[in-house]
């Protein structure tokens, strides 16, 4: 499947005892993991880098609560991406829709769990890199409330945005998983009502948004109660507008020093992006400051008291691998107008793969209030039940 580093034998036997002993993993191969090079999906990068002197904070934190990790997967490079494609690696197999992206740029952990090769396994997600791979490949998948997972040895891209995710093939893991890493107190009150967002299915394609109606019934029904809204008053792709001047601008400073100093080899696209992130003024930088806090201002208000909010998680299935980048652009934007809202708002938010289209997954999502993380954990296992 070409899901796995090719380069990088990590393995790490779990803990004999422990709430996850029994699993199975697969790391991104962004997270440190001891006497191993973390590669990031670029070869000059992995070149001007020494081996880690100690695991990510998260993988040893699974291994040490019974997880057994048999390898790194393969990332887009610098996780600057959204389809998965990676020109010095190869793009992992999509093993529920062939001959179509993963997603990225959590691309290899997701194609690893589609696939049954591992229980379940770790990405990251800045602006989508859970989320959208567990929409392309039928998982669930989970970006947790920013700041609620340590990052300690996970290389950075923009780290007011960064998050560590995981994908599962069921609800039950995704929440076993979660157990461990988010210790944390928490809001366990149960949802009150379901927001459907009227603006965000508005940038799905209609067949999308038809076969994730019966999920939105089963959620709604669940909860007792479901009301339409429209989220952004500006209009979702301004506000994703603003966020690629914020998440750009980090990443640039981010990276930096090192692409000064080693010129690296890095695809169009993903050059492309550091340039744009480098030339962004201080004055737009600060317009889209302000614009992401009277986002989070909006969307604080409307999760109050236990509302959840519920939209696709991507506007399409996965379009097919090799795609000119012309084509891939406005599907990208479609896309950003959606991974945005829990981005901005650093609220946790899960992938439902509870639907197709045409034999191909699409996903729903559902954004909880910060801290909410186990309360949506429930209620997806909840809607998971139901389904079947």
């Given at each position: ?153 996970m290389v950075p ?197 509870l639907a197709e289209v045409d034999g ?29």
């Amino acid at each position: 499947m070409n899901a796995f580093c090719r380069d990088s034998y990590a393995y790490l036997e779990g803990a004999p005892d422990g709430p996850l002993a029994g699993l199975t993993f697969a790391a991104k191969d962004i997270f440190d993991v001891v006497g191993h090079v973390t590669g990031a999906g670029n070869p000059d990068w992995k070149a001007t880098h020494a081996a880690a002197d100690r695991s990510a904070w998260v993988v040893d934190r699974l291994v040490k609560s019974g997880a057994t990790m048999v390898g790194k997967t393969i990332t887009d490079e610098l996780t600057r991406g959204i389809f998965g494609e990676n020109p010095h690696y190869g793009t992992p197999v999509n093993p529920r829709a062939p001959g179509r992206v993963p997603g990225g740029s959590s691309s290899g952990s997701a194609s690893a769990v589609a696939g049954g090769l591992v229980d379940f396994s770790l990405g990251s997600d800045t602006g989508g890199s859970v989320r959208v791979p567990a929409a392309f490949c039928g998982l669930y998948g989970i970006r947790p409330t920013h700041g609620r997972v340590r990052v300690d040895g996970m290389v950075p891209q923009a780290p007011s945005y960064d998050t560590v995710g995981w994908f599962a093939r069921d609800a039950d893991t995704l929440a076993r998983v979660v157990k461990v890493l988010i210790s944390a107190p928490a809001s366990t009150a149960k949802p009150r009502l379901l927001l459907v967002a009227e603006d965000a299915f508005e940038v799905a394609d209609p067949a999308s948004t038809t076969a994730l109606r019966p999920i939105v019934d089963i959620a709604a029904s669940l909860i007792g109660a479901s009301s339409k809204v429209r989220i952004s008053p500006t209009g979702l792709a301004e506000w994703s507008r603003h966020q690629r001047v914020l998440q750009g601008r980090e990443a640039w400073e981010t990276a930096r020093a090192w692409i000064d100093r080693v010129n690296p080899r890095l695809a169009f696209s993903v050059a492309e992006s550091y340039m744009a992130g480098r030339s962004f003024t201080d004055a737009q930088v600060k317009e889209a400051a302000k614009v992401r806090a009277d986002a989070m201002a909006i969307v604080d208000e409307l999760l109050a008291d236990g509302a959840v909010l519920c939209l696709p998680t991507a506007p399409t299935p996965a379009p097919t691998v090799g795609e000119p980048q012309s084509v891939r652009r406005p599907l990208g934007a479609r896309i950003g107008a959606l991974t945005c809202i829990a981005g901005i708002t650093e609220c946790p938010q899960i992938n439902l793969p509870l639907a197709e289209v045409d034999g191909l997954p699409v996903g729903l999502s559902l954004i909880a209030a910060r801290g909410s993380d186990e309360s949506l954990i429930a209620l997806a296992r909840q809607v998971e039940a139901a389904f079947a």
